[in-house]
């Protein structure tokens, strides 16, 4: 497809075929707009690495056209890519309050506070450009200031969700049903929406039924109250900062990023606390125990949060006492179930009361189910439709959902990252893949970790390590020293010291041989005794270590090949 | 307490706070009657262990007691031990026949065949030994022939349920009620109950109406259906097996513990196939798709299971065609979820149809839930109770269900692995610990992996590993060869050769001081090296390999240390 020709190219860097980090694409001749600059934290089979951000060849490729990054909300899978991406990308960025407030403070932790310029929009802003226009909706989602983002195009509108479920009892501003309607009526030309919860019947459940829940639950309880939540969750904060207030309670926070987020939840208003509600941690034993709120990180077993280290035992400051009772106000995210499950049970074996589970109304998504996602369909009526922001299933059972609504099956694409879309008034058309990727982040390592280092990770993670090594003395053909054999992560050594006697007398063999042969091709060197090697371990253990045979030469200019 | 006495010794060698790797011993004076020899798979933090057995250190130091170990039913939580066990305890073994015939497999694969003689039992079989007298009765759970226990003990009877529910509707025979009313009629003395699913409210679903949404998925079904389950699962088995027969589908089967289990089940009675329904995997493009069921394994997303290479593409015999209609009818196992999403988003990719979740009820547990639990306390009315088979948080709901049947809470102990409890007729009381644990199996080896390799395993796979080899001649105090620096599993060598250059010249630099301060002490030449170059690697990368310094000594009598 002739790309000078009008038509607003779409496509997705990050956010389909998984859930994270999120960066769509929305072009039009010179000007690109970005919609987030998400992270994802790493899958099982990605060892050691911290984070996984988007790649951006095409973006730096296509630099002069970005005309910004707008962002939804403040959600890692959203903002997290920012620190990475504005270092070779130095671009406006465009977020509400909080938004902005978090990405902030997520770029001086960096160092980066000067690198861009912030700008705070909301729902009456308009950013105008040479050919395109952005304007901004409110949505509801589980952290305050989620917007919608509608974009003017000369060939219609183009509007992307963020991340959002219809709370019509919300614990903060409402959706903006209007705004949207009439987004509709005057006519979208595409709509891409979060697919998130698309497996889900009904509709989400609203932030006020868990305000109930929390209510019902802080009048019983009659002893001290540890809540655990997501950081980022300012309305649950919120909730449980007014049930604290109605049955008296202060409250003590734990754990850095709810320190964070209730400085900024209440430097921006949305966390309403009297004067001398919030004590510090090491006041609390100054009130009984049923005069104390206690806020902490953990709710997702994460090993070193204040939750898990309270449930240890190892935490400083807080140790369970009888009649304590800690809430769990969430949901294990996929990954992390094992880690939060031991949480809970260690929690009950220091004789904790525990609340956690669906059983309960105690947490809620934010994202939409099948009937959110479809009255958000209803409402805006797109002619083409992009499913965003899930697992592949969940794009397709979203776009099952569009169809049901009465768009044509033929005008939905299900994308993968680096697929494009050409929308025009008149026709859509799948067009060309362009870059796209997994950055791996580990340690100050940006892209330094790829499959095989990854592969490398795994197989020693399996059964460990072997390595050998011989000095020889090439110009005699004499063994000097070795051959050594150490070990790690395959057996326990005491154990096991006769095995690697043995394989040390089959590497010396082999060694002598190729001395004798006077062989000097150190390709063939390693290949010989590893052929020996292996077999000898998988037989004698049904594992297979890693072998890593080692030369090294004395006595003429050295050759040890390093790899 | 003096166990000389009369009373009845209850524990667990496995199977309380974990699911998996069940083992009870009810001991009385002589006599101790083993319930169940089960394995766990390992969790994340076990990294290349194949498999956990108990440690049955206890067994073995009481060896002349053991009269058997007794099956309750063929699940590998409850018999996959047995290799393990059998070649250090060679007692017999009792079992229901479809216990039995696993077994008897298993055992052939391991080559011990005849180890021990294998006892068939049924709900009429009365085991009598000096003081105890062991018999069963009939259950429902997710495979055949699955039973309860009960041990007559002269303190009164002690009852083990297996694992079970109440299934109202069997696909196959009925709990035996009455058994149970009058066990509990006579006096049960305590009670060990499955707690599986105590989170779980109401009534866990009938495996009949998982028959029935079947029946509808295979009216609706225009091409093939692929029908993945669990293959120990003979009851669904037999409902796919009806259902084909009913749509006049002929049935392939692939994956190899699902041919096994069609082979034993149609021995055995509890797969009933018309002569010629079964047909072999080659044949299946002879018929319409719409006449072809395909059954395999690989419903928990296992990598090299028959769906998930079918999923990948990579199956030599079946692939994906448009049409398909692939059912999971099974749910995750925690640990899998992410295997199995991402085999069921490779099928819709494939362009099959995907049938999986809980919106349908394609799927049942084994386990009863809340009110099936308290049905059975209902029906036994024991005295003490110890609930069983869960995880710590499992065995406090289910304790607390008993108290609100009206179980005196004193008398409900929620144990952990190798606690003791002894009860008699007149009372109950916490004994002595005895030894429990964790057997690591990993290839060949059983319990030579610990903690320390565990350890190194995991080290490895965070950050992976730098060794550093010198040769050093000791008498002349010279280098000869080297440093060498190799890495695996860290960076990508060819992108940080500059840095791989620098550690070898620091570690050059620590090497001639160490020679020119005539050193001789092994591991404070390692030690100096590893002060170097760790922070070096750290404030580079901040990442943390292994680092592992080889010293290699040519011209004296070797003293390179190993370790």
Chains 1, 2 share one sequence.
Request: net charge neutral; with cysteine.
């Amino acid at each position: 497809m002739n790309a000078t020709k009008s038509f607003v190219k779409i496509y997705a860097l990050g956010g389909l075929g998984e859930i994270g980090k999120n960066m769509y694409g929305i072009e039009y001749k010179n000007e690109i707009v970005v919609v987030d600059s998400g992270l994802k934290f790493p899958e099982d089979h990605l060892p050691g690495v911290d984070l996984v951000i988007p790649d951006i060849t095409y973006l730096l490729q296509n630099k002069k056209k970005v005309r910004g990054i707008f962002l939804t909300h403040g959600h890692e899978d959203h903002i997290g890519g920012l620190p990475y991406v504005l270092r070779e990308l130095q671009v406006p960025v465009y977020g509400a309050p909080l938004t902005i407030a978090l990405v902030k403070s997520k770029l001086q932790e960096h160092g980066l506070q000067n690198v861009v310029k912030l700008n705070e929009v909301n729902e009456h802003s308009r950013i105008r450009m040479k050919n395109l226009t952005v304007s901004f909706f409110r949505t509801n989602h589980s952290i305050p200031d989620s917007l919608g983002i509608a974009i003017d195009t000369p060939e219609g509108t183009i509007v992307h969700t963020g991340d959002f479920k219809f709370d019509l009892t919300p614990a903060g501003k409402p959706s903006d049903l209007t705004r949207m309607a009439q987004l509709g009526e005057k006519g979208v030309l595409a709509l891409l929406s979060d697919s998130t919860n698309s497996e889900k019947e009904g509709m989400t459940l609203s932030e006020k039924a868990v305000g109930d829940t929390i209510d019902e639950l802080f009048y019983r309880c009659k002893g001290r109250i540890l809540f655990a939540t997501f950081a980022s969750n300012v309305y649950r904060l919120q909730q449980v900062v007014e049930a604290s207030k109605k049955y008296n309670r202060k409250v003590a926070v734990i754990g850095r990023s709810m320190e964070k987020v209730f400085q900024i939840g209440q430097d921006l208003g949305y966390i309403q606390m009297p004067e001398g509600m919030m004590i510090e941690l090491d006041k609390i034993d100054q009130y009984p125990p049923n005069k104390v709120t206690i806020v902490c990180t953990g709710s997702q077993g994460e090993p070193l949060a204040a939750l898990t280290r309270i449930a240890n035992g190892s935490h400083r400051q807080v140790q369970i006492i009888p009649g304590d009772t800690v809430i769990f106000s969430s949901s294990p995210i996929p990954g992390n179930t094992q880690n939060v499950y031991k949480t809970i049970d260690q929690l009950f074996r220091s004789g904790a009361e525990v609340i956690y589970g669906s059983l309960l109304d105690i947490h809620t998504s934010g994202h939409g189910s099948q009937e959110d996602l479809k009255l958000m369909l209803n409402l805006i009526r797109p002619k083409y439709f992009i499913p965003i922001h899930g697992e592949y299933r969940m794009l397709v059972r979203h776009s099952r959902l569009a169809e049901e609504i009465g768009v044509d099956r033929k005008n939905i694409f299900i994308l993968d990252n680096g697929d494009s879309v050409y929308v025009s008034r008149k026709q859509a058309k799948r067009g060309e893949k362009i870059p796209s990727g997994s950055i791996l982040v580990d340690g100050s390592g940006i892209g330094d970790v790829g499959n095989i280092v990854l592969r490398d990770r795994t197989l020693l993670s399996e059964s460990g390590l072997i390595v050998v090594v011989v000095t020889v003395d090439m110009n005699n053909f004499q063994l000097l020293s070795g051959p050594d054999i150490i070990s790690r992560g395959f057996v326990y050594v005491r154990e096991s010291e006769a095995l690697l006697r043995e394989a040390e007398q089959i590497t010396r063999k082999v060694t002598l041989q190729l001395l004798k042969k006077k062989e000097k091709k150190w390709a063939d060197w390693k290949n010989q005794i590893l052929d020996a090697l292996t077999p000898f371990f998988y037989e004698r253990t049904e594992r297979s270590p890693m072998i890593l045979p080692i030369i090294m030469e004395v006595n003429r200019e050295r050759q040890a090949q390093k790899e």
